[in-house]
């Protein structure tokens, strides 16, 4: 049977080792807790295997680590989905607030996930709070799921000893921010979609349609001269059809040209900061960026997560460059003695009623409460926008797909009207 060195606290507060010998970590943790111990760390001794030599035993081996491919981390892509964490949170605070033992709910979620990579999350959170370490310890060894946010609301919702309130907090703020990025998405992915279709039907036109009409405008017009419009779509049309090579090199290289450059600092700055100031979009995405940092700020203040640390969270969470970088600013400024909303107001991003809610809050003590309808105002006009770009952008791209084709319908039929009247 495996022998396991322990680290317990007894009654007194003092600190007690030794060595049990069990079946597992589980039951090493129920004896100590018999004995009146509170385990703090639980590991297996390693056995040598000649001291097993002609008794049969075989020594128990641990738990193989995660292999390098069951770790590997695609760009873009979370190794755990947002909405399963968000719902793992929300299941989570519903347990505790129910009455259950943190590693009683956590090992009823871990019987019930699905999807394999968390659930072998989930399995080493259990062995680490089996073993007597702290949920925050368990949650800092996989930082690919549980980002600084989580973390750092859970450490306070420990020392404060309302994990379950915590945890509400955070499972409702997961579940806003995956709101609103579904509105985001949606806003974009119509514009999107209808260019991805004007610009496959420009390809067929060119590649297909357009060289028949030139055969026959080869024919019948006999070397007379074509209209200028005419000869401009043929033109394109043989360039991507008998260079297409040099068009599609020359395409792929401003394109990496274009990727390269936004992956410097300069580049991703100004990208960053030109997002904001596109016409339409950047309003949304503005929106979007202050609800999301008023949000987190609350959720993160209202915790119990000191205020520098809460703006240095915050500023990995916005998702932009430029606004990161002034929340830094803010991050000094704050450091220095300086409140939140006067630096806020210098950097020149934040909408003026923003910072003015803000400077109310600090005034009056309830920063929090102001962030939280900082947040609901700008989730809100999140919500009218998108109504409103949808309403308007989808008349403005059925009109630019429609001058497309006509464009290149009448350029194809300005010739026959020619061909028509050298017949007659």
């Known amino acids: 049977m495996p022998h396991f060195n322990y680290t ?36 297996l001794v390693e056995v040598a295997v000649a001291e097993h030599i002609g008794l049969g035993v075989t020594p128990r081996k641990a738990p193989l680590p995660p292999t390098w491919w069951q770790e590997l981390s695609i760009p873009g892509r979370a190794p755990v989905p947002p909405k399963i964490l968000a719902i793992f949170t929300r299941q989570l605070a519903s347990l505790l607030r129910a009455g259950l033992p943190l590693l009683r709910s956590l090992e ?5 996930e699905r999807t394999s990579y968390f659930h072998r999350t989930l ?65 974009l992915m119509y514009p999107l979609l209808v260019l991805t279709v004007a610009g496959l039907i420009l390809g067929g036109l060119l590649i297909f349609v357009v060289p028949k009409f030139q055969q026959i405008f080869a024919e019948l017009l006999k070397g007379a001269p074509l209209p200028a419009l005419t000869q401009l779509i043929l033109t394109i049309s043989q360039l991507f059809r008998v260079h297409y090579f040099p068009v599609l090199g020359l395409g792929f290289a401003v394109s990496l040209a274009g990727f390269l450059y936004w992956r410097t600092p300069q580049g991703t700055r100004q990208l960053a900061r030109g997002m904001i100031k596109l ?91 102001m ?16 109504a409103g770009l949808s309403s308007l952008l989808e008349p403005f791209l059925i009109l630019f797909l429609a001058l497309i084709v006509g464009t290149i319908v009448v350029a194809l039929f300005l010739p026959i009207v020619r061909i028509v009247q050298l017949l007659t």
């Open 8 to 43: 317990a606290i007894d009654n007194n507060g003092m600190t007690r080792e030794g060595q049990l010998e069990a079946g597992e970590v589980k039951l090493v943790a129920r004896l100590l807790r018999a004995q009146g111990l509170f385990p703090i760390k639980v590991t």
């Open 108 to 112: 009823v979620l871990t019987r019930q």
């Open 123 to 187: 399995t080493a959170l259990v062995v680490t709070l089996q073993s007597g370490g702290a949920f925050s310890e368990a949650l800092a060894q996989h930082p690919q799921i549980f980002d600084r946010l989580y973390l750092n609301m859970i450490k306070a919702g420990e020392a404060g000893a309302t994990l379950d309130v915590v945890l509400d907090r955070l499972a409702q703020f997961r579940e806003k921010s995956l709101r609103l990025k579904g509105q985001l998405s949606a806003a």
């Open 279 to 369: 016409p339409l979009f950047g309003e949304l995405l503005l929106k979007s960026i202050v609800a999301r940092f008023a949000r987190t700020l609350a959720t993160l203040l209202s915790s119990g997560v000191p205020i520098l640390s809460a703006l240095l969270i915050t500023r990995d969470t916005v998702g932009n460059v430029w606004v990161s970088a002034a929340i830094t600013t803010v991050h000094d400024r704050v450091k220095e003695g300086a409140t939140v909303a006067q630096p806020l107001v210098a950097t020149g991003i934040f909408p003026p009623m923003v910072t003015s809610m803000i400077e109310v809050g600090e005034e009056t003590g309830r920063l929090p409460e």
């Open 371 to 386: 962030l939280e309808q900082v947040g609901a105002i700008y989730e809100a006009e999140v919500d009218h926008t998108v």
